[in-house]
């Protein structure tokens, strides 16, 4: 019996021993999980934390490149309007200018060495078709350099030559004008005036030259022709 109750306490101690060896191991365990999970939620809270910074940074850097797309994108608006304007501009300047150079060269041959001093003139022709018609608008330039800038008046009439046909033919004011036209076109003035009409080709004519001529009330009667194509693109100045 004793044996056996030293046998009995020997496995009671062993069994507290192990117990304890346990619940140690089991602690230490728990404390190793415990730290364990400490650390990840630690790195997860940080890389979370972290996210949360970045996605805030590019979310800002992102309104920031927004705002300066929209003030380029504005800018660039502005400079194709200012072009667009600039453009416009410089267009209605060199119209301008080719109109003064016209005027210039105009009155240069009004008043240079070839005006005849103290006559009737016909100093240009200008004929411009009407699209789709065999009519043409027509411009007549006339000047007068007599000394003392006395009015001259009259009447003017145009004439066209050219073929028909096999003919050789000459249309005058009242077959070009209509039957509405009277002798001519009346003028007055002291220096110079343009005087405006239409004239309409018949059909089958090809015309050659046409002809202008000056009747003034007072003075000689005076003739001016060139050739069709002169003053159909408007060379037709000068006139000899």
């Known amino acids: 019996m004793p044996a056996a109750s030293q046998l009995l306490t020997r496995i009671r101690a062993a069994l507290v021993r192990r117990t304890r060896t346990s619940m140690v ?15 990840l939620a630690g ?3 940080a890389v979370v934390k972290g996210s949360a910074a970045r ?26 309007i200012a072009d667009r304007v600039l453009q416009k501009n410089l267009a209605e300047r060199d119209e301008e200018i080719r109109g003064l150079r016209a005027d210039r060269a105009f009155y240069s041959r009004l008043v240079g060495a070839d005006a005849r001093s103290g006559g009737l003139t016909v100093h240009g022709i200008v ?31 145009i004439a066209v030559e050219g073929i028909r046909g096999d003919q050789l033919m000459a249309l005058d004011w ?12 009346p003028f007055a003035f002291k220096y110079f005036q343009q005087v ?45």
């Open 43 to 45: 790195h997860h809270a």
């Open 127 to 157: 004929l411009t078709p009407i699209a789709r018609t065999r009519a043409f608008n027509f411009t007549i330039t006339l000047t007068h350099s007599a000394e003392g800038g006395k009015e001259i008046n009259g009447d003017l009439s």
């Open 55 to 80: 996605a805030f940074e590019l979310a800002k850097r992102n309104e920031d490149l927004q705002n300066k797309l929209a003030i380029l994108q504005r800018d660039r608006q502005v400079s194709q």
């Open 196 to 240: 405006q009409g239409t004239l309409m080709l018949p059909v089958e004519f090809t015309p050659n030259r046409i002809r202008v001529t000056l009747d003034p009330d007072q003075g000689q009667t005076i003739t001016h022709s060139v050739p069709w194509s002169e003053a159909l693109h408007g060379d037709a100045g000068a006139l000899p």
């Open 174 to 185: 009242r077959q070009l004008g209509g039957p509405a036209a009277e002798k001519g076109l």
């Open 25 to 39: 191991a089991a602690v230490a365990l728990a404390t190793v999980i415990i730290f364990g999970l400490g650390v």
